[in-house]
């Protein structure tokens, strides 16, 4: 994914020590309307131990609710929908000619270091390469998918018989990525390996995480203004088309379960959550109360 979607999704290392007790993390809103009530909570896509337990107001809320909607259910996995992701991921000689020539050597040597095969960039799209070198490096650093937020509420539903819901697809989510044109998605690789090389991604993702971890607005919501002013493609892209475009559609689903239904929950990454196009700002558009909680 681009340096900035990394951020979004992924956490700090080590940001607390010792025992884990519950504290109030991410955003949380409440959503009145319809004579219906939703509450609405801000994950991460990957995790650590020290994540957990959730504050109370997350775990009670979900308890209460008789729907949990995600952006796509994490526990659920086929080998149809791996395989069609792999058939997706596959490039091809007219996307690998296209391959900034500087590019090349400094693609070899990040994939070298991670223990990854050098042929890996003349066998995936440029965007499937992002996502890997990203995920290889974070889990490097100790981050887990299955620790991940929305996996753990994924789980404590299906535990209680609470219905879950998707507001998006696996294909879809894919499809961003596979949509953008074969030069911006070099470019996306480019300005990714150049942040890792630096380690601003890993500084920026250290920002996003401890805003998330402390439930500290006013820093989530600075960080959000500094993705949008950034003039990088890769901040352009994660606004446009990762945020933006994907938050209108969101935000009519979790309107259209808000008058279905009472008592429910939706939980979606957390950067949906803060800016100007926020789901929170788009839901008041249509004239439901929201309440920020924390």
Do not use: C
Not at 165 to 178: G, K, R, Y
Not at 215 to 228: C, F, M, S
């Amino acid at each position: 994914m681009a340096r900035r979607m990394i951020v979004v999704l992924l956490a700090a290392l080590s940001l607390f020590g010792g025992q884990a007790w519950a504290v109030e993390r991410g955003a949380l809103f409440k959503v009145s309307g319809h004579g219906h009530t939703m509450i609405l909570f801000g994950t991460i896509h990957m995790g650590l131990p020290e994540f957990f337990p959730l504050d109370d107001s997350v775990t009670k809320a979900l308890a209460a609710s008789t729907t949990l909607a995600l952006e796509i259910d994490p526990t659920v996995q086929t080998a149809e929908m791996a395989a069609a992701a792999q058939r997706i991921a596959l490039t091809t000689p007219a996307i690998v000619a296209a391959m900034p020539p500087a590019l090349g050597p400094r693609l070899t040597r990040r994939l070298e270091a991670l223990g990854a095969p050098a042929a890996l960039s003349t066998q995936l799209k440029p965007w499937m390469l992002l996502i890997t070198l990203t995920t290889v490096e974070y889990a490097r650093l100790g981050y887990r998918p299955d620790l991940a937020v929305d996996t753990h509420l994924a789980r404590l539903a299906h535990s209680r018989n609470t219905k879950v819901i998707a507001l998006e697809t696996v294909e879809s989510q894919l499809d961003l990525f596979d949509r953008l044109p074969v030069a911006d998605q070099w470019t996306l690789l480019d300005e990714t390996l150049a942040s890792l090389d630096s380690g601003e991604a890993q500084q920026e993702m250290a920002s996003v995480t401890e805003g998330w971890a402390k439930a500290d607005r006013a820093a989530l919501d600075a960080l959000a203004l500094k993705y949008e002013q950034d003039t990088r493609l890769s901040s352009q892209i994660l606004q446009r088309r990762f945020l933006s475009e994907r938050n209108g559609p969101m935000a009519d689903k979790l309107d259209s379960l808000l008058r279905r239904e009472n008592q429910t929950m939706a939980a979606v990454g957390l950067m949906h959550l803060i800016g100007k196009d926020s789901l929170p700002a788009l839901l008041r558009a249509k004239g439901l109360k929201v309440e920020q909680v924390y």
